[in-house]
Every structure is written in structure tokens, then in C-alpha cells.
T-cell receptor, first 115, second 111 residues
Framework: EADIYQTPRYLVIGTGKKITLECSQTMGHDKMYWYQQDPGMELHLIHYSYGVNSTEKGDLSSESTVSRIRTEHFPLTLESARPSHTSQYLC??????????????FGNGTRLTVT | AQSVTQPDIHITVSEGASLELRCNYSYGATPYLFWYVQSPGQGLQLLLKYFSGDTLVQGIKGFEAEFKRSQSSFNLRKPSVHWSDAAEYFCAVGEGNQFYFGTGTSLTVIP
């Protein structure tokens, strides 16, 4: 099983608050990703990273930021939460070595509700 | 951009019956293909993957999938479904460092 951890599992927060979703992996993977998942929709890529000090924006990145100071840690920050941010957030990782498309390993997600 | 289509939003099967979940993709070259399963409140777990070679790949939990280039398909199959297989199933295509997911198929298993 993949060792990738997300905290908190559930979060209810008011509009305008700043929040950080945590993601850590113990597999030494270089590549890490944040996805947003809504029912009946495909996963949307928010941000990704190829390694320390590397971050790239995905499709839905405009309202959030990430950092990659350590290989194992890839937190996602929403500066000002809005009800439209209510969703499930999934963190994933994969190794850089080997085939470009090594499978993604996913955490259990953070279910965010913004009131 | 690549795309992945899962035509069936929801499927119901009886326990012990066979299962086939459909997946079609659009991609010019030989794709990297994956099937994931997601139980309620959980992340996605890899069932199987196809990179090259034998077009019939075996995965965990008794699942298999067949890559058919002529049909741009990568359908997931299981000969005999168990109640614990009830979950959401996602097909995905990998290209470079990006992954493209389908919208998922929800599987209900009835006794």
C-alpha cells in the first residue's frame, strides 16, 4: 500500500478563512499532485510538483497555492475560502525514476465544506 | 488534449455475475492506461496498468483489462463480482507527467 497521508480528513470552515490542506508521503517520490474531485466529474488537476522547489499550475490553480520545500511534504493553501471550494481534495504522488507514467498513489482525501 | 470517456455512469450487477466496465480514450500514440477503484470516503487505489506488451493485463482483486488499439478501448472485466466490489471505478490515461481521468462508473452489487 502507498504511504501518503492527508490531513484533515474532514474540514468545515467559514467563508473568507485561510486554510492549508496537508499532504505527506514517505515513499521518497519526486512527483506530487493535488486534484479536486466532485461527484460525476473527472478529477481536475490543481497543482503539481516534480521535486523540491518545483511547482506548476494545473487547470484549477488560480485560487490556491502550493509549496514544495521538502520532498515528502506538499501542502495546498486556499487564501480565502469560498463556498465554491467545497469539494474533495486528493493528493497523489509517483516516482520520477522509471517510466514517465508510473502510477499515481493517492491519499484518502480531505473533504472540505465552506459555509 | 487527451480525453477519457466512461460511457456508463452507473452499473448494477448481481453478486456472482460477470462485469465489464467500458473505457475509451483519445490519444495518438500508444497510451499508458490505468484503472483505479475508489471506495466511499477513500482515495483511489490502483487496480491495474498497461504500458506495453501483452494487451490483456491482470490486476488485483481478480480484475483484468484488455487494451484494444483499434477501438481505442481499455475495458475492465471481472468474471464473478463480489459484494465488496461495490465502488467507483475510474479509467485514466497517462501522458508525460500528466494523467487524464474519466468521470467514473459507479458499481452497485445486489445480493
Amino acid at each position: 500500500e502507498a504511504d501518503i497521508y492527508q490531513t484533515p480528513r474532514y474540514l468545515v470552515i467559514g467563508t473568507g478563512k485561510k486554510i492549508t490542506l496537508e499532504c505527506s508521503q514517505t515513499m521518497g517520490h519526486d512527483k506530487m499532485y493535488w486534484y479536486q474531485q466532485d461527484p460525476g466529474m473527472e478529477l481536475h488537476l490543481i497543482h503539481y510538483s516534480y521535486g523540491v522547489n518545483s511547482t506548476e499550475k494545473g487547470d484549477l490553480s488560480s485560487e490556491s497555492t502550493v509549496s514544495r520545500i521538502r520532498t515528502e511534504h506538499f501542502p495546498l493553501t486556499l487564501e480565502s475560502a469560498r463556498p465554491s471550494h467545497t469539494s474533495q481534495y486528493l493528493c497523489a504522488s509517483s516516482p520520477r525514476q522509471g517510466a514517465n507514467n508510473s502510477p499515481l498513489h493517492f491519499g484518502n482525501g480531505t473533504r472540505l465544506t465552506v459555509t | 488534449a487527451q480525453s477519457v470517456t466512461q460511457p456508463d455512469i452507473h452499473i448494477t450487477v448481481s453478486e456472482g455475475a460477470s462485469l465489464e466496465l467500458r473505457c475509451n480514450y483519445s490519444y495518438g500514440a500508444t497510451p499508458y492506461l490505468f484503472w483505479y477503484v475508489q471506495s466511499p470516503g477513500q482515495g483511489l487505489q490502483l487496480l491495474l496498468k498497461y504500458f506495453s506488451g501483452d494487451t490483456l493485463v491482470q490486476g488485483i482483486k481478480g480484475f483484468e483489462a484488455e487494451f484494444k488499439r483499434s477501438q481505442s478501448s481499455f475495458n475492465l472485466r471481472k468474471p464473478s463480482v463480489h459484494w465488496s466490489d461495490a465502488a467507483e471505478y475510474f479509467c485514466a490515461v497517462g501522458e508525460g507527467n500528466q494523467f487524464y481521468f474519466g468521470t467514473g462508473t459507479s458499481l452497485t452489487v445486489i445480493p
